[in-house]
């Protein structure tokens, strides 16, 4: 990592803590937030469609699942920070860099940037969330169990409204095509099993800071890398255009 992208990062890990803690921080003024951030992009952005989808659930917390508590909300929370990041100019983690990147791309598919969104909050943004929850709170990470599984029914949720409703045109929901191979790849569960794990880790070194943001920077790097696989570029009719050459190359040749 270099001096610069240090400061970056240092840069952003203040933002997420500013303002007062609070043990039972409500939810309200985050819903706020993010509805100022909806009303500045077009509907067609990349990051606006994982937006929706995720501020549509938060706002029907309380029907389908349990409203976010404190957890829930430092996880928004983190992804408003890095939004704002993106907005001010500087570097967001790696996990959402991809997302940013990739928002204006003609061939990347409304459901590719919501799963993309998804994975950035649960494979590298819920584990620090838990430690900066657990520091406020004063208790150690087994006392958030039931906290972290309320997150997880939220972000089943948000899962199942992005297969719903974030839906792929028709071509694309055949098995043989290679962007439904990739998306059915990442799984919920697992994703979350992994960050439960990275914030016991997180927490155990926090004694040790070096170690704890080098761990960190790994888990971001690693999951910004999967983003940007999830984000591929995908044009059908391309795909089969090739591979119906190729194909006919291939009859030639055994002739």
């Known amino acids: 990592m270099t001096q610069t992208e240090l400061t970056q990062t240092e840069r952003f890990a203040a933002r997420a803590r500013a303002g007062p803690p609070s043990a039972e921080p409500a939810l309200e003024p985050t819903l706020r937030r993010m509805r100022t951030v909806r009303s500045a992009w077009p509907a ?3 990051v606006a469609v994982f937006h929706r989808v995720f501020l549509a659930v938060l706002e029907s917390a309380g029907t389908a699942v349990t409203p976010p508590g404190p ?4 996880l928004t929370e ?3 920070s890095a939004v704002e990041t993106a907005a001010g100019g500087g570097r967001a983690p790696a996990c959402w860099r991809p997302l940013f990147h990739c928002r204006r791309h003609p061939d990347v598919r409304p459901r590719q940037f919501a ?4 994975h950035a909050l649960t494979a590298h943004d819920l584990a620090p969330a838990v430690v900066d929850t657990c520091r406020t709170a004063g208790c150690e990470p087994p006392a958030l169990e039931g906290e972290f599984d309320r997150v997880g029914d ?3 949720l948000l899962e199942e409204h992005i297969r719903e409703e974030v839906a792929p045109g028709p071509e694309l929901l055949r098995v043989t095509d290679p962007l439904t191979h990739l998306l059915g790849s990442w799984n ?4 979350r099993e992994a960050a439960w794990s990275s914030a016991r880790v997180l927490w155990a070194l926090r004694d040790v800071p070096p170690l704890a943001e ?5 888990m971001d790097e690693a999951a910004g890398l999967a983003a940007r696989c999830m984000l591929t570029p995908w044009r059908p009719e391309t795909y089969r255009t090739e591979l119906q050459r190729l194909s006919a190359q291939q009859r030639t040749g055994l002739r």
């Open 71 to 74: 957890l829930g909300i430092r």
């Open 44 to 46: 067609g952005d990349g």
């Open 115 to 118: 799963l993309a969104g998804i």
């Open 188 to 191: 919920l569960e697992r994703a």
């Open 154 to 156: 939220l972000l089943t």
């Open 78 to 80: 983190r992804y408003l």
């Open 214 to 218: 080098e761990f960190r920077a790994r």
